[in-house]
């Protein structure tokens, strides 16, 4: 009712502004009768009369100019949203939900959203650091970085690419431990695991090995598992991008290097493929683009 009401103000307005029924019902494109019937209505709903009908003329009544006053507002504030729309389309502005995991919301993505920030000054950016899988829609977050293929149907997912996992320990661990030739041996040593990575899978040519890791260290980041194997507490699985400097400073070495550790994917999701604000297509577009991921991730 109230939605009806308020296209029948902007008629009234749009009638005040013809001076006739018949210039107004040219001008929005309606038969004269409907336009007449509606204004008619519009009376009866608010209880008085707004205009003065002649032969020739249409004349406002007090209440019919005082109710026009608010009718016109109306019409400018739907004017001044619509420019607000066209100045987003047009530079894209406005708050961005994003949510990562923690290991890569703290490296790659802050990294990259420094440089997205440096084009787009004028998106505001909210960026949630957890390895907890949030739900985009209720939690009310516009895009998300997931590791696996999204598995929700009502989601849109862009693949980034594909990066290499390592099993890492310090140099100091590893010389204080029985030397490891096959992954059979993992169960001899002290092990940190993510605890969305539980189960590791190697392979060397023809010859597979997956180990289910016992609960004696399990933690929900990267970044701290890390920590810990710097720290000599044992072995970990890490994504490379969290351990090439690592690795080239020799702080942690390559464990059971000759096994070829599954990896994992990268994916970009979002609620919906239409009508996406422009601050969101171009920050989609932008990490898509991006050579921060690609580095990594192929």
Known sequence: MMFRQLQDMALFALVSE??????????????KSSVSQRISQLEKSLG??????????????????RYLVHCQEM?????????????????????LRVTSPAGLGATLLAKLNAAFQQSYPDVML???VSDDLRDLIQDGFDIALRTGQPQDS????????YCERFLVASPEYLAHHQPLEHP???AEHRCIAHHAWTEWGLKQGEDYHRWLLPPTHITDNLLYARECAL????????????????LAAGKLVQVLPQWEVEGNELWLVYPGRKLNTPALACFIEFTMQSTIFREFYR
């Open 184 to 186: 059979a041996q993992l």
């Open 126 to 128: 909210e960026v949630l």
């Open 18 to 31: 013809c001076g006739s029924f018949t210039a107004a019902a040219k001008r929005a494109g309606l038969p």
């Open 75 to 95: 019409l400018q504030a739907s004017e001044r949203a619509g420019q607000v729309i066209e100045r987003l389309r047009e530079n894209p502005s406005g708050r």
């Open 154 to 161: 009502s989601l849109i997912g862009r693949r980034i690419g």
């Open 231 to 246: 720290n000599h507490a044992g072995i970990t699985l890490l994504p490379r991008f969290l351990t090439e400097e690592t």
């Open 48 to 65: 008085l009369r707004l205009l003065n009908r002649t032969t020739r003329r249409l004349h406002l009544t007090f209440a019919g100019e």
